[in-house]
């Protein structure tokens, strides 16, 4: 079965510093991948999407960068973060049409 | 745009009483739909889906109604219980748009009273 992971589950940065999230799905070959943001009692927005290595989709405008090194392999960075990227991050992968979400990291910036 | 809503942000319902969360979407080509829901802390998790050469569909406690002709989803849950209070999400896709990306509604926060 496949399995999708996000570490670290949570972190707490001081403004300015860099950022490094990462996500990685067993189980699956060649998943198309994103990245979300989801702020306090608001919905989904969506940052980022792969359909494969290298390949990186940007939906908005932003302080925030993604890379795919591997097939199963997401990564969320930031050099310098603001205060505006405090909210909570999620990965997912795509079966077919659906989405499947990983528990997700909780990000405080301070 | 093209957006996703939802009627309501909250509902509280009676532990054993049938819950009726409601979805709007303005997207008349949208082509299929999920439910997801999300419990505090952790990520959104596949409920039921539906096409929309469909407008029904049952899961285990659960059904989703699509009402293609008013634009208008709803989940039904069937015997509510305390473990389903959460937060509950509608999504859309339509294969028209870029890469078929889900659009999601901001969410219902259910509220279980026991």
């Known amino acids: 079965s496949q399995t999708i992971h996000q570490w670290p589950a949570t972190l707490v940065q001081p403004v300015g510093s860099p950022l490094s999230l990462e996500c990685t799905v067993e189980?699956?070959?060649?998943?198309?991948l994103y990245w979300y943001r989801q702020a306090a009692g608001r919905g989904l927005q969506l940052l980022f999407y792969?359909?494969?290595?290298?390949?990186i989709s940007s939906e908005v405008p932003q302080n925030l960068s993604a890379s795919r090194p591997q097939d199963r392999q997401f990564i969320l960075s930031s050099k310098k973060l603001l205060l505006s990227d405090s909210g909570f991050y999620l990965c997912?992968?795509?079966?077919?049409?659906?989405?499947?979400f990983g528990p997700g990291t909780r990000l405080l910036v301070l | 745009g093209e957006s996703v809503g939802l009627h309501l942000p909250t509902l509280s319902v009676q532990e054993g009483d049938n819950s009726i969360i409601n979805c709007a979407y303005s997207?008349?080509?949208?082509?299929?739909f999920i439910w997801y829901k999300q419990e505090s802390g952790k990520g959104p998790q596949f409920i039921i889906d539906?096409?929309?050469?469909?407008d029904k569909r049952q899961g285990q406690r659960v059904t989703v109604l699509l009402n293609k002709t008013v634009k208008h989803l709803s989940l039904q849950i069937a015997a509510t219980q305390p473990g389903d209070s959460a937060v509950y999400f509608c999504?859309?896709?339509?294969?028209?748009?870029?890469?078929?990306?889900?659009?999601f509604g901001k969410g219902t926060k259910l509220s279980v009273k026991p």
């Open positions: 997207n008349s080509a949208s082509d299929y």
């Open positions: 539906i096409r929309s050469n469909m």
């Open positions: 997912a992968w795509q079966s077919q049409e659906t989405q499947y």
């Open positions: 792969s359909v494969g290595i290298g390949q």
């Open positions: 189980g699956t070959s060649n998943p198309n």
């Open positions: 999504a859309e896709i339509s294969y028209g748009g870029s890469q078929g990306n889900l659009i």
